[in-house]
């Protein structure tokens, strides 16, 4: 039986240091006094992270609500964007969109090549930073200024998903990858659901510099509590309990060996073998399906309601405000059921994401085919609401699939998919306008019968081509394994 000595900091590591390849490998950090506050903490320092990155989800998304905000406070003050162009504000509507777009492949590459949760802070932190330019650059009407700034911050934002997913590569044990994800991710439907509200609080009480502020303020606060609480990898915090660590090195399989066989792929990229793996092509389909209809109702569910129902302006704010709480709400339960179904050996990991997407699928879809056909406005807003709740269900099925196929690649392929998703930003409003520019009131049952038609397509693909396994060309190859068995030796 191994004997164990006591290392500065709750380390432990073999007494006599041959099962471990390096130093690097078997010292933890050394205890820092700050660490002492949290070391007593009941909260495992995987769900820290979750807590935080959700805090920090929700900063990001929050922040997008500001300009809309401070715009409908310059219109009804009639002093600030009195000197722009509809064109001006237009691309300064747009700028982030850009950004965000042009971000996105480049983003997977440097979450993938760099650590994530540094990624990820630094993220958020310099969109904060900007905030905090964005209303002095308003009130000198430097429009052109702003609308580059706008651009800036959809870059820096652009890496943030991707960061997520690579900070759970580490940090996830594989029977919670999805409750940790969607807990994570589901900050981005409160940073809207709250956002907007508070903004227009924050607005009214103290001018329209003051959204940028509190959010630009907060966005800094939260990384110097983010670089205090998040690691890259378990063993590298300092203040981790031993059973928590062994417990996510073992359920990962991280032992000595795989960890240097890690760092010697992530030199080399398969691409051939990733553009021609059928289950991540499964992905980006249902990604591209899914993005379709969210930008649908982003863009357009104002107009349906207007137009079809002859609804109010403050009327569609709140239907538009909604479908966040359900998500906020939705997003999370998904999560956990996903993760009981595998726990509990129900369904396997392929048959847990087919089972989530398609259904979620399946059931938006015959929920658009209701809205197409509706004539009360409770109807309407039924379907609407049940739609958005089923559309949540996706996140726990294609939306974490990456992190099933290849762990290793996770932030790298949700680059490369995004970028693909998001293209639907630009294709969905040619489609529609065309539609409705040809019969403005008529053309809805068309638009939402198309959309149904979308995620049929959506649920075939995915259901047909997808998979919860490790992809063979995410491991080494059996040359680099052996090389790696002998290095170890």
């Not at 995987?46 to 500001?66: E, P, Q």
């Not at 989530?356 to 929920?367: D, I, P």
């Not at 269900?393 to 932030?411: C, H, Q």
Request: with cysteine; proline share 5%.
């Amino acid at each position: 039986m191994e004997k164990f000595e006591i290392l500065p900091g709750n380390n432990e590591r073999p007494a006599d240091g041959n099962s471990f390849a390096s130093l690097e490998d078997i010292e933890r950090p050394p205890l820092r006094k700050i660490d002492k506050i949290c070391k007593t903490s009941c909260m495992r320092k995987r769900y820290t992270i979750a807590s935080m990155a959700f805090v920090g989800f929700l900063i990001a998304f929050g922040m997008r609500c500001n300009m809309q905000v401070a715009k409908n406070t310059f219109t009804q003050d009639g002093t600030i964007f009195m000197n722009w162009t509809v064109s001006m504000e237009s691309h300064v509507d747009s700028a982030f969109f850009w950004g965000y777009l042009a971000a996105q492949i480049p983003g997977g590459f440097i979450a993938f090549k760099f650590p994530a949760n540094k990624v990820f802070g630094l993220s958020i932190v310099s969109s904060a930073s900007l905030n905090l330019l964005l209303p002095l650059i308003m009130t000198l009407l430097h429009g052109h200024v702003l609308i580059w700034l706008r651009v800036l911050q959809g870059l820096v934002e652009g890496v943030l998903n991707s960061a997520c997913l690579g900070i759970w590569r580490f940090w996830a044990p594989p029977m919670e990858r999805t409750r940790l994800a969607t807990l994570s991710f589901s900050g981005s439907y409160a940073g809207v659901f709250l956002g907007l509200p508070l903004s227009g609080l924050l607005a009214n009480a103290f001018g329209y510099r003051a959204p940028f502020y509190v959010y630009g303020f907060l966005g800094i606060i939260w990384y110097f509590f983010w670089i205090w609480l998040s690691f890259e990898k378990p063993r590298k915090h300092p203040a981790i309990s031993t059973a928590e660590l062994n417990f996510i090195e073992n359920s990962l399989e991280e032992s000595s060996t795989s960890r240097i066989r890690e760092r010697s792929i992530d030199a080399t990229i398969p691409w051939i073998k990733i553009c021609s793996s059928m289950p991540f092509y499964a992905i980006i389909v249902a990604n591209f399906c899914r993005q379709w209809n969210f930008y649908l109702l982003v863009l357009y569910q104002s107009s349906f309601l207007r137009h079809r129902f002859s609804f109010k302006l403050d009327e569609t704010g709140l239907a538009n405000a909604l479908p966040f709480l359900i998500l906020l709400a939705i997003v999370p339960l998904g999560g956990m059921l996903a993760d009981l179904l595998r726990k509990k050996s129900i369904l396997s990991p392929t048959n847990v994401r087919k089972l989530f997407s398609c259904c979620a699928f399946v059931l938006e879809g015959l929920c658009f085919l209701r809205l197409a056909h509706s004539s009360t406005v409770n109807e309407v807003m039924i379907a609407l609401l049940c739609g958005v709740a089923f559309n949540g269900l996706a996140v726990s099925g294609y939306y974490v699939n990456y992190l099933d196929i290849a762990p290793r690649y996770a932030s790298l392929l949700m680059g490369l998919s995004n970028g693909i998703g998001i293209l639907t930003g630009f294709i969905v409003p040619l489609v529609m306008d065309a539609l409705i520019q040809e019969n403005p009131t008529g053309c809805w049952t068309t638009i939402f019968t198309l959309a149904a038609c979308v995620h049929l397509i959506g649920c075939i693909f995915y259901g047909v081509f997808a998979s919860g396994e490790l992809q063979p060309w995410a491991e080494p190859t059996a040359e680099l394994n052996n090389d790696c068995t002998r290095t170890k030796l």
